[in-house]
């Protein structure tokens, strides 16, 4: 067995030359999903979080940027932290961070509790749940002219295909226009969405009651460097405020949407958050941070790796890289 604890110590120590190693996950899914059987489940998910437990020094987000600014960080240091509010963060993600005694962060998009859906699960469940074995999106004006707007659905493996397809073509679309397709994609396919895909209030409350971290995630989870800076700081604040009236305390922590320095945030959407009280923010982009690293733009990672050796080995491997940044 190869002995990663030891190698943590070397690559992330103590103190002034510590590195922090911050998670992200997004869904934990109750069982394995057939469509995207890369995605971590129930099984895996605790799995994990053993391995976690048993190597590093896990600490609530903000006390880790407060001990990494101080330079008092543990050896091994890692916190934990889900992307975008979904119900099986409280439902099933919960009592396994609870039965290994760990702390994570939730960075919550707030237009979506009680029954609201992100335009991107819309694509998703109208594959998943579509009954026929083709869904023919070229009657959509900014699809028609792309061969690619035809879609075989005969298989776990060409829904995600599709998914990824659709996803991928809108993605980057004003939001109105995006979720316009994404609910034309709904109807062409004939699928009764659900409403149960995100939390409640009260699930967000309970994540809090539990001990866990809330930290904001914008409004409606747009990217912020296609926004003009006005709208982009409004989506901040309003997300910021509603969130702190929820759980009755400030949200000093910040998730850029999707994250990658540059294209799905710029400089001036660090500088808005600054600006708004946070203590630090989050991106998507690998690596470790020390010291040195902005705290308004520290990487996140999680190895994808099934096998203890090879999750452990990748997560050795990303202590040594330096974040991308936007400056």
């Not at 059987?37 to 799995?47: A, T």
Request: hydrophobic content about 45%.
């Amino acid at each position: 067995m190869v002995p990663i604890r030891p190698a943590l110590s070397i690559l992330s120590p103590a103190s002034q030359r510590a590195r922090l190693s911050i998670l992200l996950f997004h869904r934990v899914q109750p069982q394995p999903d057939s469509i995207f059987p890369g995605d971590v489940d129930e099984r895996q998910f605790n799995e994990m979080m053993g391995w976690v437990k048993s190597w590093c020094n896990v600490l609530p987000l903000d006390e880790a940027v407060d001990r990494l600014k101080d330079g008092r960080l543990p050896a091994r240091a890692a916190a934990i932290t889900f992307d975008d509010g979904y119900a099986d963060n409280h439902d099933v993600a919960l009592p396994i961070l609870q039965r290994h005694g760990l702390t994570a962060t939730f960075f919550v998009a707030t237009a979506y509790l009680n029954g609201g859906r992100m335009w991107n699960d819309t694509v998703i469940e109208a594959v998943r749940h579509c009954a026929a074995g083709e869904l023919d999106l070229r009657g959509l004006a900014r699809l028609q002219d792309r061969a690619t707007a035809r879609w075989s659905l005969e298989s776990p493996a060409t829904r995600s295909h599709a998914i990824a397809g659709v996803i991928g073509r809108i993605k980057y679309e004003p939001a109105p226009l995006r979720q316009e397709l994404a609910d034309a994609t709904a109807r062409i396919a004939g699928v009764v969405l659900p409403t149960n895909l995100m939390m409640t209030s009260q699930q967000v409350l309970g994540l809090k009651r539990a001990g866990m971290q809330i930290g904001a995630h914008t409004h409606t989870h747009p990217i912020l460097a296609r926004l003009d800076s006005d709208i982009a700081r409004e989506e901040i604040l309003r997300n910021k405020s509603e969130l702190q009236t929820l759980i009755g305390e400030p949200v000093t922590l910040f998730a850029y949407p999707n994250g990658r320095p540059g294209l799905d945030y710029n400089a001036t959407n660090v500088q808005i958050v600054r600006s708004l009280g946070f203590a630090a923010a989050v991106s998507t982009a690998t690596g470790a941070a020390g010291r040195d690293t902005d705290m308004f733009q520290l990487p996140r990672f999680t190895p994808w790796d099934r096998t203890r050796t090879r999750f452990g080995m990748r997560f050795a491997a990303n202590l040594l890289r330096d974040p991308q940044i936007v400056k």
